[in-house]
């Protein structure tokens, strides 16, 4: 099977910056997304990594380490709309299967 | 661009009943993947359907069938429906058969009382 560990919640001010760690167990995968979800809304991609290193795309960033099955997202110069939950995604092939598992999400609260 | 659409958004069903919830995913879009959300946790995978064929089957009871259309747009249905399966029920679509960037629409509420 599968699992994903991600904290349950991080909080932080505003201009910080906050990492969310991800670490998963998982035969076939292929690689790791973020996806951000606001309260009552779907959830949007924010990043994914098939390689080891870092990928950034403005004020986020997601690296990803392989060989430590472990990844993070990286959020900076915090803004109040960047509250909402966080969740790390493995894609898992096998053969002409795919599949997408979810972490159980970061709830991530920017105070003022 | 039109995003990803589902209807009903909303649904109230009794245990035993079944249920049919539709998807139209974005426009060249040849992938559709369902997911069923409860609060306080992630999606969970249902299945993924690509070029009308099944490529991912999650952890699911044969209760819960799909299938997609010649246009991409993609059915859901669940038979004999338990208290369990009240949930957030997500469709989302992706440009090819990679699963890992997927845009989801805004979801089926599904209450079975």
């Known amino acids: 099977g599968q699992s994903l560990e991600q904290p349950s919640e991080v909080t932080a001010v505003e201009g910080a910056i906050v990492q969310i760690n991800c670490t998963y167990q998982?035969?076939?995968?292929?690689?790791l997304s973020w996806y951000q979800q606001h309260d009552g809304g779907a959830p949007t991609f924010l990043s994914y990594?098939?390689?080891?290193g870092l990928e950034e795309t403005g004020r986020f960033s997601s690296f990803l380490s392989r060989s430590d099955s472990y990844g993070y997202l990286l959020l900076q110069e915090l803004q109040m709309k960047d509250s909402a939950s966080y969740f790390c995604?493995?894609?898992?092939?096998?053969?002409?299967?795919?599949?997408?598992?979810f972490g159980s999400g970061t709830q991530l609260t920017v105070l003022p | 661009d039109a995003g990803v659409t589902q209807s009903p958004t909303h649904l109230i069903k009794t245990r035993g009943q079944h249920v049919t919830l539709r998807c139209s995913p974005i426009?060249?879009?040849?992938?559709v993947s369902w997911y069923q959300q409860v609060l306080g946790q992630g999606p969970q995978f249902i299945f993924q359907?690509?070029?009308?064929?099944?490529?991912g089957r999650g952890n699911f009871p044969d209760r819960f069938s799909a299938r997609q259309f010649p246009n991409y747009s993609s059915e859901l249905n669940v038979n004999a429906l338990l208290l369990g399966d009240s949930a957030l029920y997500l469709c989302?679509?992706?440009?090819?058969?990679?699963?890992?960037?997927?845009?989801f629409g805004p979801g089926t509420r599904l209450t079975v009382t």
């Open positions: 989302a679509s992706s440009s090819a058969g990679g699963i890992y960037e997927q845009y």
């Open positions: 998982t035969s076939g995968f292929y690689g």
């Open positions: 990594n098939a390689l080891d």
């Open positions: 995604a493995v894609s898992i092939s096998s053969g002409s299967a795919r599949q997408l598992t």
């Open positions: 426009s060249g879009h040849k992938s």
């Open positions: 359907y690509y070029e009308k064929e099944e490529r």
